[in-house]
Structures are given as C-alpha cells and as structure tokens.
C-alpha cells in the first residue's frame, strides 16, 4: 500500500479515514495526520459530494464495487481530477463493515480531452463557416451567369453571322456548363453547412 502509486485507504461505513499512504499524501497535499479522522466526503468539492455520497451508498448496499470520476480538493484550495473506485469489506456474514478506496490524478488526462473537444469544435465551425461562405458566394456567382447565359440565348435568336452564332453558342454551352458545376458545388456547401432544402416537384410514375 505504501508503495503503491495510487492513494489507498480504508474507510469504517461512517467514512472516517483511520490510514493513509504516500501517495494519498501527495493526492491531497496534507501530511497523512491531517487527514486521519477526518471524512473522506471532506476531501471531494461541494458541487459533487452528494455524487459521490450516493456511490458510497450504492456499495454498501449492494456490497459490489463502484468505479467513477470525481474531483478532489487539495490542501491549498486546488482542484484534482480523480479516478476512484470504491470496494466493499464484508465480515464472515457478507455483511459491508467498510469500505476500501483506491484513487489517482487523472487531471492531465481530463485536460487533454479537454483541449481536444475544444480544437475539434473549433475545426468544425471553421468547416461551417468555409461551407456557409462557398453556399453565399455559389449564390451571388450564379445570379449574374444565369443573366449572360439569358442573353446569349437571346442573341443566337438575332441576326448573326454563322461564326458570330456558333461564339453565342459556345458562349450559352459554356455558362450552362459552368452553371452546372457551380450548382453542384452548392448543393455540396449546403450539406456541410446544414441548409439543405429539399424541393416537391411532380412527376409521373411509369
């Protein structure tokens, strides 16, 4: 126990602690003196000691395990991340007489989960955002080709040269061309961006 890593002690059901080890020690930042007789419910913050208390309650009524995450307070006023889990000791009669707990700092572990949730919603609004700004720019692009590829449609309907119709062609065939690729490119921005609109339109089934 001692030499272990993790804070360990045992705890009579009134959750007094008699005993602590180094690394208990080091977990509260209290010599084990200060933390003798004491209640364990003392070490774990306001916000989530009624948590914790229904563990506590749950094993000795079950008499099986409890595993769970909490918080502890340290000597100094900071703030730990905790793994703890929480094991019944029964008597001859399987009655729970006390409770054994073993405890580490996972603080480390929680910040960098922490920071990795962050930098993944941060890419992910950056994605919105690029997909919102594609779906706005296809639009505006699309309003003024749709009005050049009117007007050469117009034009190849005019009096024209067989060169100058076949440049008004190519002209029309290319911004349909074009218009086609941008459409696609907007329904594409719209999926990301989450603005898709689905459209009724009849047809006949044959």
């Known amino acids: 126990v ?6 360990i002690h045992r705890e009579p059901v009134d ?3 008699p005993s602590g080890n180094g690394a208990g020690e080091r977990l509260s930042g209290s010599p084990a003196s200060e ?17 914790v ?11 099986k395990s409890q595993h769970y995450e909490t918080r502890h307070v340290r000597k100094d006023g900071s703030i730990l991340e905790v793994d703890v889990t929480v094991s ?11 409770l054994s707990l073993t405890a580490h700092d996972i603080s480390e572990r929680v910040r960098m989960q922490a920071e990795l949730r962050a930098a993944r919603d941060e890419a992910l609004e950056g994605a919105r955002l690029k997909s919102e700004f594609l779906a706005n720019m296809s639009h505006e692009i699309r309003t003024p080709l ?3 590829i009117g007007m050469s449609a ?15 062609q190519d002209v ?9 690729l941008i459409n696609d490119i907007l329904d594409f921005s719209k999926v990301t961006a989450g603005k898709v609109v689905f459209e009724e339109i009849d047809f006949e089934l044959t």
């Open 15 to 17: 959750l007094t602690v």
């Open 35 to 51: 933390i003798v007789g004491r209640s364990a419910a003392l070490l774990v913050p306001l916000d989530r000691r009624a948590k």
């Open 172 to 180: 029309h065939k290319s911004g349909n061309a074009l218009l086609n």
């Open 88 to 98: 019944p000791i029964l008597d001859e009669a399987g009655t729970v007489t006390g």
């Open 53 to 63: 208390l229904d563990h506590l309650a749950e094993v000795r009524k079950r008499g």
């Open 2 to 7: 001692d030499s272990s890593g993790d804070a």
């Open 154 to 168: 117009l034009l190849t309907e005019g009096q024209l040269s067989l060169e100058q119709r076949e440049f008004a």
């Open 146 to 148: 749709n009005s050049s």
